[in-house]
């Protein structure tokens, strides 16, 4: 195989790459009835004039899988950041004992589990799509190289198992949240 080719090969397999980081981030983003700090990465707080992430200001605890802990580095952010927490509507209700502000995580019906669940398989499909996508450009980009036709044809069908391998990755990681989503 010639080296253009290898290049277009490690191109579309980087993207691909940057495809399951970014379904892995989203899925983080999809609580699962368990307590996660990272439940909070949308919260924005107002500190000194300017909105901050709420991580930049408090320190976030789990001192159990139902509770979130928020501790803030200075105590006069408390209203501040129990005002971001409500008006990022994540549904949390947080309870301010005027040293730091803690959170009950309610446990999820069976109706919001299927509906997180859709939302787990939208972001998968949202995955596979630029998987298909940067198979679509590695092939075009083989295409137009001056390489043999046997070579190209050879590199398509190495782009088509590496499509193929993470395809199976992404619905690998989607069984797995589905799992986590659905456990009671």
């Given amino acids: 195989m010639n080296e253009e080719i290898i290049i277009i090969t490690e191109t579309a397999k980087e993207s691909m790459d940057m495809a399951i980081r970014h379904l892995e981030k989203e899925l983080l983003n999809i609580r699962a009835g368990k307590a996660n700090p990272v439940m909070l990465n949308s919260v924005v707080v107002e500190y000194y004039g300017s909105p901050t992430p709420i991580s ?6 789990t001192p159990d899988g139902r509770t979130l802990s928020i501790q803030p580095w200075e105590k006069s952010l408390l209203a501040e950041i129990e005002k971001g927490i409500l008006q990022a509507n994540l549904g949390f209700n947080p309870m301010n004992n005027g040293e730091s502000l803690i959170i009950n995580i309610p446990p999820l019906t069976e109706e919001r589990r299927r509906d997180l669940v859709k939302m787990a398989k939208s972001e998968a499909e949202n995955a596979k799509v630029g998987i298909r996508n940067a198979r679509k450009e590695a092939n075009n980009e083989v295409k137009k190289t001056d390489s043999s036709e046997d070579l190209q044809k050879n590199a398509e069908i190495d782009i ?3 499509t193929n ?6 619905d690998h990681i989607l069984s797995i949240k589905e799992k986590e989503i659905l456990t009671v």
């Fill in 56 to 61: 930049q200001v408090a320190t976030i605890n």
């Fill in 160 to 162: 088509q198992e590496l």
């Fill in 165 to 170: 391998q993470y395809i199976e990755k992404i």
